[in-house]
T-cell receptor, first 116, second 115 residues
Framework: AQKVTQAQTEISVVEKEDVTLDCVYETRDTTYYLFWYKQPPSGELVFLIRRNSFDEQNEISGRYSWNFQKSTSSFNFTITASQVVDSAVYFCALSEVNNYGQNFVFGPGTRLSVLP | GAGVSQSPSNKVTEKGKDVELRCDPISGHTALYWYRQSLGQGLEFLIYFQGNSAPDKSGLPSDRFSAERTGGSVSTLTIQRTQQEDSAVYLC?????????????FGQGTRLTVV
């Protein structure tokens, strides 16, 4: 069965610190996609990134970077020089295909608080 | 519209009453998902529609929950005889296709409170 684990329930950092959010997944599929979403206090989930299982290159987008390692089934997310606006709940997700089509399996989320 | 639209944004209902939650997906998106998020919790999958195909209902928590999607577009999630444990934010999402490489776009949710 597909599963996504985010072991860190809550993290607090002081502004300008770097922070890494962990994500570990389980799947028997050889082709799959991984996602990160941000849920700010307003409540709406915002898509951040999508990676496929064949591309292990790390990706950087501004202060955000992602480290995908198939050998450890991890897809970790690092925020560099964190800001108060980064405070949110972050969800890691894995796409799966069943008889009905694509579905998403979400991790439990990590609540990040960035203190001024 | 530009994004996924859900209505109402907030709903307070008395225990035992039925409620209907509406989701209007992004135009052209063939896949539509309903999730439930209890306070401080993660996302619980409820049901998934792909076009006009039979939906994946495997996440519906009880037979009090049902959903339909008319014309492959707007969806309604119905909860009959609501219970206090149904209180949660109900999130709808849509995606462009069934390919695994398509991300889902979420609405702002309907906050349901059963009193």
């Amino acid at each position: 069965a597909q599963k996504v684990t985010q072991a860190q329930t809550e993290i607090s950092v002081v502004e300008k610190e770097d922070v890494t959010l962990d994500c570990v997944y389980e799947t028997r599929d050889t082709t799959y996609y991984l996602f990160w979403y941000k849920q700010p206090p307003s409540g709406e989930l915002v898509f951040l990134i999508r990676r496929n299982s064949f591309d292990e290159q790390n990706e950087i987008s501004g202060r955000y970077s992602w480290n995908f390692q198939k050998s450890t089934s991890s897809f970790n997310f690092t925020i560099t020089a964190s800001q108060v606006v980064d405070s949110a709940v972050y969800f890691c997700a894995l796409s799966e295909v069943n008889n009905y089509g694509q579905n998403f399996v979400f991790g439990p989320g990590t609540r990040l608080s960035v203190l001024p | 519209g530009a994004g996924v639209s859900q209505s109402p944004s907030n709903k307070v209902t008395e225990k035992g009453k039925d409620v209907e939650l509406r989701c209007d997906p992004i135009s052209g998106h063939t896949a539509l998902y309903w999730y439930r998020q209890s306070l401080g919790q993660g996302l619980e999958f409820l049901i998934y529609f792909q076009g006009n195909s039979a939906p994946d209902k495997s996440g519906l928590p009880s037979d009090r929950f049902s959903a339909e999607r008319t014309g492959g577009s707007v969806s309604t999630l119905t909860i009959q005889r609501t219970q206090q444990e149904d209180s949660a934010v109900y999130l709808c999402a849509s995606s462009l296709s069934t390919g695994m490489n398509t991300e889902a776009f979420f609405g702002q949710g309907t906050r349901l409170t059963v009193v």
